[in-house]
């Protein structure tokens, strides 16, 4: 999940349309901005927090009623940390700006144990692949300390080299072949890929055939998508045999009931067997982050 301000994606309150079971059509490229935000067709919208203090309030109250331990990006992490510290795993995301740490910081952050996973890695949203030269020292600096990363290879908001910020957006880049050199050169890496590369399904069970470390995570599909096309894509990855990598994610970013929403159509999902609902909401996760037993004693309560 996301540590925001709530005015993160414009000022609130902001709608999100939970399944969108039909996207709005253009007539062009230029006027697709304006077609989706008139669109009317949403049958179920949850609007964001107003205030940074409910964006995190709300978020926390849900985590404690559903138990929840979370690893979180984003500019409000330090934050929520000071308040909640027990119940966030840190991780420092990498936009493909001028503001990123140098890979020689990321070292010494890492080092420092003020983080300990990198990412969200949103490249894609540049227009940059995982494989880009620029991402090599750091993906060489994330092998050598043994940190998990997570990269963004699946869904950007629809449409979006056709709104400002985006345009370097390719539908190629959902690709996650893309990452297959990366994972080959440094075969020490631990590399989780957000959204689970949607829509590339056949290209993402290849990859997790011939890479059997590659995590995925089901955030923001499983709540934007129409749920047919979320559950055949998620009941694709457990046919496969690969459920035991499978993460939950939730991508709440200043929406803190999609925590809650994601974690019931897993809860209630029926081609998922108890222990594979389980496995995708917690012991994926506790494998691919290598928690101590400590620590899942504690998140037991035990
Ligand atoms: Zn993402």
């Not at 709530?6 to 309150?13: C, E, L, R, T, V």
């Not at 669109?39 to 138990?67: A, F, Y």
């Not at 290879?153 to 390719?170: D, F, L, N, Q, S």
């Amino acid at each position: 999940m996301h540590a925001n301000k709530a005015d993160f994606a414009g000022p609130p309150p902001i709608p999100y349309c939970i399944h969108v079971d039909e996207w709005p059509v253009s007539a062009t490229g230029a006027e697709w901005m304006e077609t989706l935000f008139s669109d009317t067709t949403c049958k179920r919208e949850i609007m964001s927090q107003k205030t940074d203090e409910d964006v995190m309030n709300k978020t926390l109250q849900i985590m404690k009623r559903r138990n929840v331990y979370a690893v979180v990006s984003g500019r409000m992490t330090e934050k929520w940390q000071a308040v909640a510290p027990d119940r966030f795993i840190p991780s420092l995301l990498y936009r493909s700006d001028k503001n990123d740490a140098s890979p020689d910081s990321v070292r010494k952050l890492f080092l420092s144990g003020k983080y300990r996973v990198f990412g969200e890695i949103m490249a894609q949203y540049k227009g940059i692949a995982p494989n880009d030269p620029s991402l090599d020292p750091y993906w060489a600096v994330l092998e050598e300390l043994n940190i998990p990363v997570g990269i963004h290879i699946g869904p950007t908001p629809i449409g979006a080299p056709y709104m400002p910020g985006w345009e370097k957006v390719r539908a190629r880049l959902h690709s996650p072949l893309l990452l297959e050199e990366v994972l080959i050169k440094h075969p020490r890496l631990r590399v989780y890929i957000m959204h689970a590369a949607w829509p590339m399904i056949d290209e993402l069970l290849a990859l997790m055939w011939v890479h059997p470390h590659v995590y995925v995570d089901i955030s923001s599909i499983i709540t934007d998508l129409s749920k047919p096309a979320f559950s055949n894509y998620l009941k694709r990855i457990i046919d496969a045999g690969f459920g035991n990598r499978v993460m939950y994610g939730s991508d709440q970013m200043v929406w803190p009931e999609l925590l809650d929403i994601g974690i019931n159509i897993i809860e209630q999902a029926d081609f998922l067997t108890p222990k594979q609902k389980r496995n995708i909401l917690y012991n994926n996760a506790a494998r691919f982050l290598q928690l101590s037993k400590e620590e899942i004693d504690r998140h037991h309560g035990r």
